[in-house]
């Protein structure tokens, strides 16, 4: 069978922990190279991951002709520049979100990939589960009849750690980008909408570069629905989603990351009945590299369109003002 050709740009620990395992579990993907600006680094972990080819640059890989798509975990600041590059170079790219800093830069690597001919997408692996079809599928079928809110939260501490490029703020750091983006991101999936407003409160930190080491916030929809979230860097963990209608409730207790099978699996409320919607463990990461393979192959639609990212950006651009300026930012 034919296999992409990935090429890992850095060695970033979600390159390490979860997307390179996740491409060698996929139906359509190996892992060809990886790189990094110390070539004892992308070495080593070239040995250890059983990757063929090792770079000491970014640019060595791109020009790399055996590489057909770039994944690309670099720090937030840096998703722009190397996105552009690689789609400039005829690669697809598979860029972590946030995929930039703002909307606008977002839709400058858009522009750049169409113009390139190339496929991009932001790295929500999440929302390429099944399950998320399923929750769809409950709440389209009235079961919990009117869907009156959504509530996101995800949060984890980890302040202690000042070397961290979370904490810096020119870099992109900050709890919203890194984890507010993911029950932003799902509001909008479910909901099959844009939001029109947003207001959020936001704790800056001065310890960590005043970045927001936590956010809640209000995102406004059409049709009298909202999103309630919070999101953070220094409070306890939680990953959650709930959907809440007007005759019952979607509970899904571990929502974005899921590593076990257990945690997969999430709870319907109607009335004084519960029941739980079981679903099969599988690696989301996988299914996000495969989305891709088949549309570069032409085989089947992009499910998520690179315009989504621009999208969402604009919702995480809103949430930055609203905090800062304590105010209600309509979209």
């Known amino acids: 069978m034919t296999k992409l050709r990935w090429g890992i740009l850095g060695c970033a620990g979600i390159a390490i922990r979860a997307c390179i395992p996740g491409i060698k579990q996929s139906e359509t993907g190996v892992v060809s190279a990886i790189a990094s600006r110390n070539l004892?680094?992308?070495?080593?972990?070239?040995?250890?991951?059983?990757?063929?080819?090792?770079?000491?640059?970014?640019?060595?890989?791109?020009?790399d002709p055996d590489i057909d798509a770039i994944y690309i975990p670099l720090p937030n600041h840096l998703h722009k520049e190397w996105t552009i590059?690689?789609?400039?170079?005829?690669?697809?790219?598979?860029?972590?979100?946030?995929?930039?800093?703002?909307?606008?830069?977002?839709g400058e690597m858009v522009t750049v990939s169409e113009e390139a001919g190339v496929l991009f997408a932001e790295a929500f692996m999440y929302r390429h589960h099944p399950r998320y079809e399923r929750v769809k599928e409950i709440m389209q079928s009235g079961e919990i009849g009117d869907i009156r809110g959504i509530h996101g939260t995800f949060t984890f501490s980890n302040p202690d750690d000042s070397k961290n490029v979370r904490y810096v703020r020119e870099w992109g750091g900050g709890s919203v980008y890194d984890v507010g983006c993911y029950p932003l991101s799902a509001a909008r999936f479910l909901l099959e909408r844009e939001p029109e407003a947003v207001t959020t409160h936001a704790f800056f930190s001065p310890e960590h570069d005043?970045?927001?080491?936590?956010?809640?916030?209000?995102v406004e929809f059409s049709g009298n629905v909202a999103l309630?979230?919070?999101?953070?860097?220094?409070?306890?963990?939680?990953?959650?989603?709930?959907?809440l209608g007007s005759k019952g409730r979607i509970v899904i207790p571990s929502a974005f990351v899921t590593p076990t099978e257990e945690s997969g699996h999430f709870q319907v409320f109607v009335g004084n009945e519960q029941r739980e919607e079981k679903v099969p463990f599988l690696n989301q990461y996988a299914l996000q590299v495969d989305d891709m393979a088949y549309a570069a192959?032409?085989?089947?639609?992009?499910?998520?369109?690179?315009?989504?990212?621009?999208?969402?950006?604009?919702?995480?651009?809103?949430?930055?003002?609203?905090?800062?300026?304590?105010?209600?930012?309509?979209?």
């Open 210 to 218: 005043n970045v927001d080491m936590m956010m809640s916030g209000l």
């Open 40 to 63: 004892e680094k992308s070495q080593e972990v070239a040995a250890r991951l059983d990757i063929p080819k090792a770079y000491g640059s970014y640019e060595e890989l791109i020009a």
């Open 228 to 243: 309630t979230f919070d999101c953070g860097m220094w409070a306890s963990f939680r990953n959650t989603l709930e959907i």
């Open 297 to 331: 192959w032409g085989e089947k639609a992009q499910r998520f369109p690179a315009k989504d990212a621009i999208l969402n950006l604009k919702v995480i651009d809103a949430c930055l003002k609203s905090a800062t300026e304590r105010a209600r930012v309509q979209l």
């Open 85 to 106: 590059r690689a789609a400039q170079a005829g690669k697809h790219v598979l860029c972590e979100k946030p995929a930039a800093l703002t909307a606008t830069e977002v």
